[in-house]
């Protein structure tokens, strides 16, 4: 688990085809790797990964045909600037949400304009992720743990202000970059709670407007 509270920006420096997947080494930058042994997970924009080498300057990880197909990550090359935390531990503060760095879905950045000192950005996210996306509620972009000021449909907007930019990747983001997203853990949990014994039946749906209106969620 993690907080989503970025604790640095490393960088991708090699990726490696490696038996139908691949491996990459990331340099940590400023990352402190003192108490990070073998086995122990490291986000990278928002991707939990296990570092099964530290060669001092960073760590090798295993990315997975999944992990590929289902992320960002394989729009990265040597290089490229990444957001990087450690797995949280019982004694750190959650200066954001519970972030599990499992990615829910890729989104698109839409639009991006100053705000004052900050900058506002508009993200596409994909249509089966919206329901999740609650105004004021929170999300987590290339892992970092942000909140929603305004959503339309599919699409939400982020203020993110300097202290953000700077200690992140988001000052790099340009309309048409994708992004990792994972939404609020408590979002899926309610979701599946609200189904009920219908949860055990195969290829569930999930939640429907009818279903809703059925249980007396929704009145006429």
């Excluded at 990265?76 to 957001?83: A, D, E, I, Q």
Aim: aromatic share 4%.
């Amino acid at each position: 688990m993690f907080t989503g509270i970025i604790e640095a920006i490393g960088t991708i420096r090699a990726i490696t085809p490696k038996g139908g997947d691949v491996r990459v080494l990331v340099e940590t930058g400023k990352l402190d790797l003192g108490d990070v042994k073998l086995g122990d997970s490291i986000a990278v924009n928002g991707v939990c990964l296990t570092a099964v080498e530290l060669p001092g300057n960073g760590f090798w990880a295993d990315v997975s045909r999944e992990t590929l197909a289902c992320t960002a990550f394989d729009d990265l090359k040597p290089g490229s600037p990444v957001n990087l935390e450690k797995a949280l531990t019982p004694s750190s503060r959650l200066g954001g949400h519970l972030v599990s760095g499992h990615v829910d879905g890729i989104g698109e950045i839409i639009a991006r304009e100053d705000n004052a000192r900050a900058v506002q950005f508009r993200i596409r996210s994909p249509r089966e992720l919206a329901k999740y996306i609650a105004l004021k509620g929170s999300i987590t972009v290339d892992g970092t743990s942000l909140t929603v000021n305004a959503v339309n449909g599919a699409e939400f907007e982020l203020t993110i202000v300097p202290h953000t930019l700077g200690e992140t990747i988001m000052a790099d983001y340009r309309p048409g970059r994708r992004i990792n997203l994972e939404v609020d853990l408590l979002a899926r949990y309610l979701e599946r709670l609200l189904l009920g014994d219908k949860a055990a039946e195969p290829q569930s749906s999930g939640l429907t407007e009818s279903f809703l209106a059925e249980h007396g969620y929704l009145k006429n």
